[in-house]
């Protein structure tokens, strides 16, 4: 059965082992085409997170590329999955 896009799908927080994988994964970059922009950065002698995660094939019904997800064989419980996340900077996002 599916959800309509007005209702919110629950989202799966990411164990912190993901977390890590994600980060590793990038080396820490930009991972959005050639953006290439450091995701720590420093201010004021103290490091700050400038990254977020993201979904390659959106999590909503509405969300951008959500139509490809059985195309690449994605169920929607299986789009939490660190194979469809990413690293991005604020920038892109």
Not at 30 to 51: D, R, V, W
Not at 56 to 61: F, K, R, V
Request: aromatic residues 8%; glycine residues 6%; charged residues 25%.
């Amino acid at each position: 059965m599916s959800k309509k896009a007005t209702e919110k799908i629950p989202r799966r927080k990411l164990k912190p082992v993901e977390n890590a994988y994600l980060w590793v994964k990038s080396g820490g970059i930009c991972t959005y085409e050639t953006c290439n922009k450091e995701l720590i950065e420093t201010a004021e002698e103290t490091l700050t997170n400038a990254g977020i995660i993201a979904h390659i094939i959106g999590h909503a019904e509405n969300s951008p590329r959500h139509e490809y997800m059985e195309q690449y064989g994605f169920t929607q419980e299986q789009l939490e999955d660190v194979n469809n996340l990413m690293l991005m900077c604020y920038n892109t996002f």
